[in-house]
């Protein structure tokens, strides 16, 4: 185990965990993925190294064959459909949104059938029916009508709301985005990481590879090696995850 006293509260809370005999999950979302990159490259590879399952969320519109290509390379990767063309439509005194109620609701269903046709055209069986919304934004109206045009969950940030369709979201965001928008301080990153295992639920860590600093590379190498050392971590596909939240699905209208 790692002896660096920044990452000793996750190793000992894992350590409960495996005297217990329980598993700690965790789960992988890295957004704006359109091209092979050096950037995606170093995130496949480490993934890779550490078998971690990664999650990428596709910009539809802006991707081709070229990300096929890669990911024919790294079977631990999926794709999810990122909006359509990550472009907000929101006035400048609004939060930015590509998915609000900005326009017709039609319009927007249009946009993320094509971007759900287009992905799966792609990727085939890699591609998942998985809605992340650009900036993790969505309007509740929009949640319902999802289910009618093929997707089969919903993947944003924070708590999950009850929803007709399985909602996976990310919690622990490592990128630092209204300070430095370098990578979020490590210690406090593990605060986050052992409150969200305390609230039951699996850690969903959230990555942008086109932005990260070497801090969040090296965040990612370390906490994957933390996890690696135990057995009381597991890192799941996004199908698992899936699988399970879709008998919590809320029928009806949210």
């Known amino acids: 185990m790692t ?12 350590a409960c965990w495996q005297r217990a ?13 359109v091209d092979p990159t050096p950037a995606l490259d170093r995130l496949l590879d480490l993934t890779g190294e550490f078998a971690v399952p990664v999650t990428l969320a596709v910009i539809p519109a802006l991707t081709d064959e070229k990300l096929v290509a890669r990911l024919d390379e790294a079977p631990h990767a999926t794709v999810a459909i990122h909006g359509w ?7 400048e005194d609004q939060k930015k949104q590509e998915l609000g109620a ?13 971007g759900l046709s ?3 055209g792609l990727h085939g069986a890699r591609a998942v029916p998985m809605l992340v919304p650009p900036w993790n934004r969505i309007d509740a109206g929009l949640v319902f009508e999802l289910g009618s045009i093929g997707f089969a969950a919903l993947s944003a940030y924070g708590p999950p709301k ?6 996976i ?7 630092d985005w209204h300070g430095t928008r370098g990578c979020r301080d490590h210690g406090l990153l593990v605060q986050a990481i052992i409150a969200q295992l305390h609230g039951g639920e699996p850690v969903g860590l959230l990555t942008h590879h086109l932005v990260h600093d070497e801090s969040a590379w090296l965040f990612l190498e370390r906490l994957f090696t933390v996890t690696a050392q135990t057995e009381a971590c597991a890192w799941l596909p996004i199908r698992t995850l899936i699988g399970r939240s879709a008998g919590r699905a809320i029928p009806g209208k949210v």
């Open 3 to 14: 002896s660096d006293p920044i990452w000793q509260p996750l190793v000992e809370e894992l």
């Open 21 to 33: 005999d329980r598993k700690a999950e965790f789960w992988l979302r890295d957004d704006d993925a």
């Open 85 to 91: 063309a990550h472009r907000n439509h929101a006035p």
């Open 102 to 114: 900005h326009r017709p609701r039609e319009v927007v269903l249009d946009d993320l059938a094509r």
């Open 118 to 120: 287009h992905v799966t």
């Open 162 to 167: 009850p929803a007709p369709l399985a909602i």
């Open 169 to 175: 979201n990310s919690n622990v965001d490592i990128m």
